[in-house]
């Protein structure tokens, strides 16, 4: 049966007291095993588990040490006199060693690595001398060979083979093999002293910035062992790796945070865990400087989400799809941000609404609306679902609608067009008032019938057509509502915005385009939109 004593966790010492409290410092007695005399089998069977090897030093039996019984986990701290709880040390590491629990288990693997270096490198200079007496002894076999009788020539013979086959090969195999396991604990030790740099950083910077709610909660949670401030964060630093704290900082405070904080966390500092409990570390876990800070957060996101994450195509697909009607960026952002989405899930969204639209549009035109696309595009080779494409990616046609709207004016292109043909008669008289047309008209015409390369094929190609005066005009007023639309599509509404304060003119969509269209020719407009 095992025997308890009572201790005090705070003096380190028994207590035969039948109180429950220490009579020195009035702490709280605890209960361990007591220590107790091994007897010979159970020190052989630990001897033997270890290899007869100081596992602090790595001294061996063979070394003319003189190995003892240590308890892994010491009495004191909770540990037991189970065989699992027992090591080998020599008596000298044994008398040196602090109790383990207050020592972190990084710096007996720095000695552990110290002490296997100093006896690699003891025993590869030792193959190293090995090798060179029997290169010597090699040399001296050589030299006898020509000197020696027929009687000790093949006894010398012998003897050179076993030395070039057999004695040096297996002590340069050795030799080689040693090197190699010093580089490897030569980089272990380096790796465990980066590891303890860090640790101490670790622990300095929680020393430093962490509040009482923290400790205690980490105490808690990590079963800390010790009683003041630097016990338990040594503890803490020293028994688990920064990732563990990392993430239970995370936890704590996340999962405290509202839904739209939470969303704000993940836009602030992506799914970095250590990111976040660092920020926390360094602003002293102020519960205030993290709002601050996620409210910072939610401006640059509002910016950005109106000026740079999404196109102006993807604002107004988004606004249809929230049913937002014709609201402004800024409502648009405001919902995204409130409903929590992520920039994967929009585009996602996006994605799925567009092939709704594009599945929408093919449904319900027809062959003929079909046709008259293609011509007046010019995308004959084009297949319905390339057509459908090419006008909701270039020509901003987002639903039925618009198409709609688009079959409309084509249709009444083209009547202008047939009207003209049925009216060559009148070209003379075209030809005399076309000099009549002001810039703006020519620039607009120029616009449409862009393979004309100057004014003067401009005007033989609508004499030629049979263009009545009242045609063109009618043909000018569909080309400006053609030229809105273009604008209206590639304009974003930052550009709008710019437009506006630059002209002069009420910050308006409608309003901005028709003053351009009105007062400016169509090379003019486009480089004004190229300045801005």
Request: proline share 1%; aromatic share 8%.
């Amino acid at each position: 049966m095992v025997k308890m004593v009572k201790f005090c966790p705070k003096c380190n010492e028994k207590r035969k007291s039948q109180s429950n409290f220490c009579d020195k410092c009035g702490t709280p007695l605890k209960e361990r095993e007591d220590r107790i005399r091994f007897d010979k089998g159970v020190i052989e069977k630990v001897f033997r588990r270890d290899g007869y090897r100081c596992q602090m030093c790595g001294a061996r039996k063979s070394d003319g040490v003189q190995l003892t019984i240590d308890h892994i986990i010491p009495l004191a701290a909770g540990g037991s006199n189970d065989i699992d709880n027992l090591q080998t040390l020599c008596k000298s590491c044994n008398e040196n060693k602090a109790d383990l629990i207050f020592k972190s288990g990084i710096d007996v693997d720095i000695e552990i690595k110290e002490n296997d270096l100093k006896n690699l490198n003891k025993n590869i200079k030792e193959k190293q001398e090995q090798l060179i007496s029997l290169n010597n002894l090699l040399s001296q076999e050589e030299e006898k060979l020509s000197k020696c009788n027929e009687n000790e020539k093949i006894d010398i013979l012998f003897h050179i083979k076993q030395l070039k086959e057999e004695f040096i090969p297996s002590t340069e195999s050795n030799l080689k093999k040693l090197t190699t396991e010093y580089q490897k604990v030569q980089e272990e030790l380096k790796l465990k002293k980066v590891e303890k740099q860090k640790k101490n950083r670790l622990y300095k910077t929680l020393y430093v910035n962490i509040d009482d709610y923290t400790l205690n909660i980490l105490k808690k949670h990590f079963a800390s062992k010790g009683y003041s401030k630097t016990d338990i964060l040594k503890s803490l630093v020293y028994e688990h790796d920064e990732k563990e704290i990392s993430t239970f900082i995370f936890d704590e405070y996340y999962y405290d945070l509202n839904k739209q904080y939470q969303y704000l966390v993940i836009h602030r500092f992506g799914n970095s865990k250590k990111k976040f409990s660092d920020y926390l570390l360094n602003n002293n876990f102020s519960k205030k400087k993290l709002i601050d800070e996620l409210l910072l957060t939610r401006t640059e996101l509002l910016d950005d989400l109106k000026n740079r994450e999404l196109t102006n195509k993807q604002k107004i697909l988004l606004k249809r799809y929230f049913s937002l009607g014709d609201c402004s960026d800024d409502d648009l952002a405001n919902h995204i941000i409130n409903s929590c989405y992520s920039k994967k899930e929009l585009l996602r969204m996006l994605d799925s609404y567009k092939h709704e639209l594009l599945k929408e549009i093919c449904t319900n035109l027809s062959d003929e609306d079909l046709n008259l696309i293609k011509e007046y595009y010019s995308i004959k080779e084009h297949s319905k679902k390339q057509t459908v494409e090419y006008l909701f990616n270039k020509k901003g046609m987002l639903n039925y609608k618009d198409v709609s709207l688009l079959v409309d004016h084509i249709s009444e292109y083209n009547n202008v067009l047939s009207k003209a043909s049925l009216e060559k008669e009148r070209h003379i008289t075209l030809k005399k008032l076309v000099n009549t047309l002001t810039v703006r008209d020519t620039s607009l015409l120029m616009y449409r019938f862009s393979h004309c390369r100057s004014e003067v094929h401009l005007y033989s190609f609508l004499v030629n057509k049979g263009y009545s005066i009242s045609d063109v005009q009618d043909l000018i007023k569909v080309i400006k509502r053609e030229l809105y639309y273009n604008l209206k599509s590639d304009l974003s509404s930052q550009q709008i915005n710019e437009l506006s304060r630059m002209l002069n003119v009420p910050n308006s969509q409608c309003t901005v385009i028709n003053h351009l269209i009105e007062n400016y020719t169509v090379d003019g407009i486009y480089r004004l939109i190229k300045l801005i």
